[in-house]
């Protein structure tokens, strides 16, 4: 296990069962993400996300489950993802545990076939849930979203005295459209289940404050760590594989270097052309 810290940001490197039964304290965070392997044979760095049975996987998540609403504030709020497969035995295993105030679906377009003898997958799953229904945090001002019936059609209420038009802006329903992040997108980073900032900013805009500590216990690329101290929240991201530990101490600012190496992000092929046709303009110019 090691613990890299930067002003109210912390990265741990190791396994998050460890980490969250030995280093994170019970009731000392405002707001938990949680996007776990999904056990469909992803390739994360070499490592296969595929458990022998699924049991086995089900028996590893609700461990983690349970620690973490360990760790969650009395107030505190908890989004979890997972495959739309085993999202059924999420939920029913953490009804009894946490109130579920919303079932959100993240919905993607995709230009590429999804599936030819089946209807394939196109959104994945989210668990909105709070320790107590009637005391957590919920700002929808911040996260407001387009009315079409208001902003666009300017229809008018007649129900209302005297009638008006439709607000123009609402709380976004349980439908997320956000796109998934491509190679060519800047905040793109080498990883197969990279999750877009989009998402992370509506989610911890709605349910945390300034200055409240977020906590992901797979943080991946750590997107939740990055959205956090953008706006101004504390984090914790726990990770095992070394190469996705490089990536948050490199966004977070953390530190520049690991063990010798000097972190920076890994310039793609069509980065490599742009860069080797200015440096051939650049020597012409000079010839």
Known sequence: MKI??????????????????????DGSIDLIFIDPPYNIGKNFNGNKDKWATDDEYLHWCYTWIDLCIGKLKSNGSMYIMTSTQFMPYFDIFIRERLTILSRLIWYYDSSGVQAKKYYGSMYEPILFCVNDPNNYIFNSQDILVEAKTGAKRKLIDYRKNPPQVYNSEKVPGNVWEFARVRYRMDEY????????????????????????????????????????????????GIELQEEYVKIGLRRLKISEEYEGEKLQKEIRTFETKKIQKHNSITVNLFE
């Open 189 to 236: 980073e080498n990883h197969p289940t990279q999750k877009p900032v989009a998402l992370l900013e509506r989610i911890i805009k709605a349910s945390s404050n300034a200055g409240d500590t977020i906590l992901d216990p797979f943080s991946g690329t750590f997107t939740t760590s990055y959205v956090a101290k953008n706006l101004n929240r504390k984090s914790i």
């Open 4 to 25: 890299f810290e930067s002003q109210n940001h912390k990265i741990i490197k190791g396994d998050s069962l460890d980490v969250l039964s030995n280093e994170i304290a």
